[in-house]
């Protein structure tokens, strides 16, 4: 079965430091995409971070890293130097040919910093 | 500026009165997609379309239709809405090569009294 885990419901993070939000999945297919959202109190849905399953190299988007282990299946997203905007819902999700290319989608990460 | 343009942003509604979710794409995405999130479950696929005249159930396709005349449109039909279908939606769509992401639209808020 297909399936993203997000074991993280909230976070309190201090302004300035560094987060990590977890993200592991299980699945069967050797291509697949893992993607990052933000989804702020607005509700729109915002693309943060891509990593495609034969990437060698950890994807990075300005502050967004992705700590990918494809061992462990595990697709962490680090925030550096974390924001007052960087307050949202953190969502993980993973595509797949199987999956006809359908989204697969965590629960979410309730992401705070604290000023 | 490559978007998914939804309307309306927010809608009220009463119960059974037939209504129109419209979803409209300038990439040229062969894959369009629609969900609700509800607090506690997260997002779920309503329907997709895969191309034109090409469109498929999703995990809870119950209470809606879709159609794809068109590559750009998509739209959202609620032939009779129910409270339960109170939710927060959105469409989006990517393109079928490779492992692309999905852009979203804003979202619509829907509420059914």
């Known amino acids: 079965a297909q399936k993203i885990t997000q074991t993280q419901p909230g976070m309190f993070v201090q302004e300035k430091e560094a987060v990590t939000l977890d993200c592991t999945y299980d699945t069967s297919d050797q291509s697949y995409g893992l993607f990052w959202y933000k989804q702020p109190s607005s509700g729109e849905m915002i693309f943060l971070i891509y990593q495609g399953s034969y990437d060698e190299q950890n994807a990075t988007e300005g502050r967004y890293s992705l700590n990918f282990q494809k061992a462990r299946k595990s697709a962490n997203l680090v925030i550096s130097a974390s924001q007052l905007g960087d307050s949202a819902m953190y969502f993980c999700?993973?595509?797949?040919?199987?999956?006809?290319?359908?989204?697969?989608w965590g629960a979410g990460t309730k992401l705070i910093i604290k000023p | 500026e490559a978007q998914v343009t939804q309307n309306p942003r927010y809608l009220i509604t009463v119960t059974g009165k037939k209504l129109t979710v419209t979803c409209s794409q300038n990439m040229n995405h062969e894959y369009m997609s629609w969900y609700r999130q509800d607090p506690g479950l997260g997002l779920r696929q309503i329907y997709y379309s895969m191309n034109v005249e090409v469109t498929d159930k999703g995990d809870v396709p119950e209470g809606y239709k879709v159609s794809r005349k068109e590559k750009r449109n998509f739209p959202l039909i609620l032939e009779s809405p129910s409270p339960n279908q109170t939710s927060l939606y959105f469409c989006?769509?990517?393109?079928?090569?490779?492992?692309?992401?999905?852009?979203f639209g804003s979202g619509t808020r829907l509420t059914v009294v």
């Open positions: 999700a993973m595509r797949t040919l199987d999956s006809n290319y359908q989204l697969i």
């Open positions: 989006a769509s990517s393109s079928s090569q490779g492992f692309f992401g999905y852009t």
